[in-house]
């Protein structure tokens, strides 16, 4: 049981690279995947990262990533290429016309997803995390994206504290809750630790004090009972793959912690027991042996097997008077439970190598969703969201990466407007992706929208009322054509009144 972070390697190379592809997928043909890192390699060549390392070095860790993570070949190439047409002269086409539309689709998705950033405003929050997931379309561009991302945590160290500061930030916001809706326990517990780091440097040395201090000891004793369970599991005739400790993740330590006093002795599941074995009947005969052997705490014993998580989650947890009266909370689940709690979605992808078809890759990731788990309640939840975002509502940029959220077939006055009133009220006119277009286009999800302002313009125009989509930019343009007769009417009739 390893603790804190695992560090991406330290001298990662393209045999590392196909080694890890070959050890989960013996079959896999790999000669996309050498020439995909020859072209990165050359499309990169020259350029390095902040912390001077060569840029390769970069894409080559997410693609180990997503190696480790078992995905396909496919989605290791784009992991490759995903900073190429952004960094680079190389464009999508050119990416298209070597590995493939499937393999484009993906780059172009991560480099859209790329234009995202998130500033801190709370009102932007929810609807962040709809758009991430809606844009990517693809579920596999949000799992490139967060390789990527866990790289770059990886490196901030290297960049100025205010944008350390904004990565960490919008990964605690943004990305590590989407992971977690996505069932990837794995990935979120990364993302979240990482973060939390430069998010809350004080709570962080805090609560990263607290274990190391309780570690060392907690790791024998846990070693023993995992020798105690394995030798009865044997003898009882059980088969198990693992039973090993793990140690609590540090960030949903601490949120634990807040919730109790920030007493570290109220945590009972510091380190936790679990234990994988062949399937669900082993799951619950293995409950009962650990109760067999030490007497359960009363209320302690969740069935998430009968009744998983909103996001899929499945396994047994209970916690038991252990030797020496210590309390140790156990998990066990089966092997498929395993995959899913560690790579939700990801596990999906990673072992349905029966359907490889193009087609097949287009099934929309609500459904894809769908099948990791049966919990009807996320289902709902996601329907909802796509609704909402497909039907009504379009998701659009400021040159800064802020996110504006407007009604389908709104204008750029629309967006002026919701930028700020006094923006709307200089609103010139206006460019949309470096091309100026007129007011009253229709814009779409993913545009980046700069206004045109005229410092010395008074107030809207009222003929803007016939094609703005927003209440809130029609009421300003309405309360300022009134306001300016009644200027006007001041200006004509200066004596009337007092
Ligand atoms: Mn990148």
Known sequence: ????????????????????????????????????????????????????????????????????????????????????????????????????????????????????KYRGIERYIENLRKMFVAMAEDIRVVIIKFADRLHNLHTLDHLAPKKQYRIALETLEIYAPIANRLGMGDMKGQLEDMSFKYVFPKEYAWTRGLVEER????????????????????????????????????????????????????????????????????????????????????????????????????SLHTSVFCEQGQIVEFQIRDHQQHLNAEYGIAAHWAYDETDSSDSSRQIKWVRELAAVGDAMSRLKDLENLKIDIFQNRIFVFTPKGDVIDLPENATPVDFAFAVHTQIGNQCAGSRVNDRIVSLDQPLKSGDVIEIIVDKSKKGPSADWIKFVKTNHAKSCIKQFSKRSITDWLKMALPNRGN
């Open 1 to 116: 049981m390893n603790p804190f972070e695992a560090p991406p390697p330290e001298n990662p190379t393209l045999s590392l690279l196909l080694d890890t592809i070959r050890a989960r997928r013996p079959q896999a043909d790999l000669t996309m995947v050498k020439l995909a890192y020859e072209f990165a390699h050359d499309a990169h060549e020259g350029q390095v990262r902040k912390s001077g390392v060569p840029y390769i070095i970069h894409p080559l860790c997410t693609a180990i990533t997503l190696a480790e993570m078992n995905m396909d070949p496919t989605v290791i190439i784009a992991g490759l290429l995903h900073d190429v047409p952004e960094d680079t002269e190389i464009t999508i086409e050119d990416v298209e016309k070597n590995f493939g539309k499937d393999v484009a689709h993906l780059v172009a998705g991560v480099t859209k997803l790329g234009k995202i």
């Open 215 to 314: 570690y060392e000891k907690k790791e024998a004793y846990i070693n023993e009972i995992c020798g105690v369970l394995e030798k009865e599991l044997t003898a009882t005739g059980i088969k198990f793959r693992s039973v090993h400790g793990r140690l609590k993740r540090l960030y949903s330590l601490y949120l634990k912690l807040l919730k109790h006093d920030k007493n570290i002795e109220k945590i009972n599941d510091l380190v936790a027991l679990r234990v994988i074995v062949d399937d669900i009947s082993d799951c619950y005969a293995t409950l009962g042996i650990i109760h067999k052997l030490w007497r359960p705490l009363p209320g302690r014993i969740k069935d998430y097997i009968a009744q998983p998580k909103p996001n899929g989650y499945q």
